[in-house]
C-alpha cells in the first residue's frame, strides 16, 4: 500500500511517519518539496505522480489568531485545496484521512459534544476546518476526518515547555480555568490513525467523521499545575509557588480569535467502532514530561 503523508514535519506529521512506516510505503511530501498546500498546482500535480491508494493530510493553517488577518490563507490550506486533495482521492479511488479540530463548535454548554452535534464555530480557523470537512464530504470520496483537541509532542514547542519555561522564571503565572477539553498527544493520535485506516481500508463502512482525543477532561489551569507539581516531585527547579498558578478567566486574557469554553468531544463513536480504549490524558501528558525533564 502506497501512503501520501502532507505535513511530516509538523508534531503530529512526525508521528506519523513513524506509526505509518508498518502500513505500508510512505512518500512524505513537505511544502518545500511538492506538498505545498497553499500552492494547488504543484500540490495535485505531486498526487497524481505518486498515486497513492492513502492519502493523509496532516497539513493544516493552525495560526488561530493569525488566521483573523490572512482569512485567505486560511481558508485556501484548510478548506481549499483539502476539497481539491478529496476530489483527487476519490478519482483514485484512494481513502483520505484529514484531521480537523474542536473549533468547529461553539464551545456552549458543559456536555461532550458528538460527531453529529451542531456545528458553529468562532473563528476564522474553526470555519475554515468546517468547510474543509465539508468539502471532503461532498466530494464523494472514501475518508476519515478526525476532530482533535489540544494536541502536544515532545518534538517542538508545547503549552508543558512554555508552563515550565515561565514557573522557572516567574513568581506568580495566570492560566485559564475556564476552557475544558482533553489534551490529546500526537503519538496517541498517529497510533490511532494507522489502525483506523487498516480497519477501514478492509472495511470502507467505517469511513466518516470521528472524535479523536485523550480520555478524560481538565481546563489550562488544572493542566498546568499538573505540569508543574510533576517537574517539583522530579527536583526541577521552580520559582513559581504552588498557590502563584491562579485560575483566571477567557475574558480576562483577550485574543484575536475567540475560542470554545467547551471543548469536550465524546469519542464513543470511535472506540466502539474501532473496538479501541483511549487512555486518559494524564497518562500521555506524564509520558511527554518523562521525555522532555
Given at each position: 500500500m502506497k501512503i501520501l503523508l502532507l505535513g511530516p514535519n509538523g508534531q503530529l506529521g512526525w508521528e506519523l511517519q513513524r506509526s505509518l512506516a508498518v502500513a505500508g510505503e510512505v512518500v512524505a511530501l513537505d511544502r518545500h518539496h511538492g506538498g505545498d498546500l497553499a500552492n494547488a498546482p504543484a500540490l495535485l500535480a505531486a498526487v497524481q505522480a505518486v498515486a497513492p491508494q492513502v492519502i493523509v493530510n496532516a497539513a493544516?493553517?493552525?495560526?488561530?489568531?493569525?488566521?483573523?488577518?490572512?482569512?485567505?490563507?486560511?481558508?485556501?490550506?484548510?478548506?481549499?485545496?483539502?476539497a481539491l486533495l478529496a476530489i483527487e482521492a476519490r478519482r483514485l479511488g484512494a481513502l483520505m484521512l484529514h484531521y480537523s479540530s474542536d473549533y468547529v463548535f461553539d464551545g456552549s454548554g458543559s456536555a461532550p459534544?458528538?460527531?453529529?452535534?451542531?456545528?458553529?464555530p468562532l473563528s476564522v480557523y474553526g470555519r475554515t476546518k468546517a468547510e474543509g470537512e465539508d468539502a471532503i464530504r461532498a466530494s464523494g470520496c472514501q475518508h476519515l476526518i478526525l476532530r482533535t483537541s489540544w494536541v502536544y509532542a515532545a518534538r517542538g514547542g508545547n503549552f508543558a515547555r512554555t508552563m515550565l519555561r515561565l514557573a522557572a522564571e516567574r513568581e506568580q503565572l495566570k492560566v485559564i480555568a475556564d476552557q475544558i477539553g482533553a489534551p490529546t498527544g500526537a503519538d496517541l493520535l498517529a497510533d490511532l490513525s494507522v489502525h483506523m485506516l487498516r480497519a477501514t481500508r478492509a472495511?470502507?463502512?467505517?469511513?466518516g467523521t470521528y472524535h479523536a482525543v485523550a480520555?478524560?477532561?481538565?481546563?489550562?489551569?488544572?493542566?498546568?499545575?499538573?505540569?508543574?507539581?510533576?517537574?517539583?516531585?522530579?527536583?526541577?527547579?521552580?520559582?513559581?509557588?504552588?498557590?502563584?498558578?491562579?485560575?483566571?478567566?477567557?475574558?480576562?486574557?483577550?485574543?484575536?480569535a475567540r475560542r470554545p469554553?467547551?471543548?469536550?468531544?465524546?469519542?464513543?463513536?470511535?472506540?466502539?467502532?474501532?473496538?479501541?480504549?483511549?487512555?486518559?490524558?494524564q497518562q500521555g501528558v506524564t509520558r511527554l514530561l518523562n521525555?522532555?525533564?
Open positions: 493544516a493553517y493552525t495560526a488561530v489568531d493569525k488566521a483573523e488577518s490572512e482569512p485567505a490563507l486560511a481558508r485556501q490550506i484548510n478548506a481549499d485545496t483539502p459534544r458528538d460527531e453529529d452535534a451542531p456545528i458553529a472495511n470502507p463502512a467505517l469511513g480520555g478524560g477532561e481538565t481546563s489550562w489551569h488544572a493542566y498546568a499545575c499538573h505540569v508543574i507539581e510533576f517537574a517539583r516531585t522530579r527536583g526541577v527547579p521552580l520559582k513559581v509557588a504552588a498557590d502563584q498558578v491562579l485560575p483566571i478567566s477567557t475574558e480576562q486574557y483577550p485574543t484575536p469554553l467547551n471543548s469536550r468531544l465524546s469519542t464513543a463513536r470511535l472506540q466502539q467502532r474501532f473496538g479501541l480504549t483511549l487512555p486518559p490524558w521525555e522532555i525533564l
